[in-house]
């Protein structure tokens, strides 16, 4: 079964600086996908940040970039300079062609405090 | 802005109703995906379809019922409510093509069942 976990329920950072959230995943396939989606109190599930599992690069926008470790099954994420507009509940995902759906996490609520 | 429209943004009902939620997918997207995000159950997908036809199914209950339409917008119909079916409803879309694994999410629906 294709299972992601995010360990932190909870985290907070401080204004400019950089935060690290962690995601572990479990699947049995070699086709798969990655993503980091944001939800603000707005509920809107917004894409931060999308990692192909046979790209050994890892992806980076702008101020947010992963740290993709295949063989660990890891996918965390980074932010860099923080922003109050970072706020919100970061949920990581995997996404597995052959099944067709996209499996959460239970998601990391990020605080950014001035 | 995701391209993905839902109505109605809120619904309020009572416990053994039916409602229908409307999603309409991005321009030019075949497929159709819907979750539900609920405090106890974290983001769970529901059901596929694409291009009219179902594709892939989830953690969807006998109660709830899906389907796409020609003009490609879909309608999830959820009856007999109870009060564990009060939750957030996303609609989400992928277009075909290379690199066409990550859906687009929509404001989503917000159910309460009273």
């Known amino acids: 079964a294709q299972t992601v976990t995010q360990s932190q329920p909870e985290m907070s950072v401080q204004e400019a600086e950089t935060v690290t959230l962690s995601c572990t995943y479990d699947?049995?396939?070699?086709?798969?996908?990655l993503f980091w989606y944001k939800q603000p109190p707005s509920r809107q599930m917004i894409l931060v940040i999308r990692?192909?599992?046979?790209?050994?690069q890892n992806a980076t926008e702008n101020r947010f970039s992963v740290n993709f470790q295949k063989a660990a099954k890891s996918f965390s994420l980074k932010i860099s300079d923080s922003q109050l507009g970072d706020a919100a509940m970061y949920f990581c995902?995997?996404?597995?062609?052959?099944?067709?759906?996209?499996?959460f996490g239970k998601g990391t609520k990020l605080t950014v405090n001035p | 802005d995701s391209g993905v429209t839902q109505t109605p943004k809120h619904l309020i009902t009572a416990t053994g109703q039916r409602v229908t939620l409307r999603c309409s997918p991005r321009?030019?997207?075949?497929?159709v995906y819907w979750y539900q995000q609920s405090l106890d159950q974290g983001l769970q997908f529901l059901i596929q379809?694409?291009?009219?036809?179902?594709?892939a199914k989830g953690n969807i209950l006998e109660r709830f019922s899906a389907q796409q339409f020609p003009d490609l917008h879909s309608e999830l119909n959820l009856s007999s409510l109870e009060l564990g079916d009060s939750a957030l409803y996303f609609c989400?879309?992928?277009?075909?093509?290379?690199?066409?694994?990550?859906?687009?999410f929509g404001p989503g629906t917000r159910l309460t069942v009273l």
């Open positions: 989400a879309s992928r277009p075909l093509g290379q690199g066409t694994d990550t859906q687009y």
């Open positions: 995902a995997c996404f597995q062609g052959g099944s067709e759906k996209l499996v």
């Open positions: 379809y694409y291009n009219g036809e179902e594709r």
């Open positions: 321009s030019g997207d075949l497929s």
């Open positions: 990692q192909e599992a046979y790209k050994q």
């Open positions: 699947t049995s396939e070699s086709d798969y996908y």
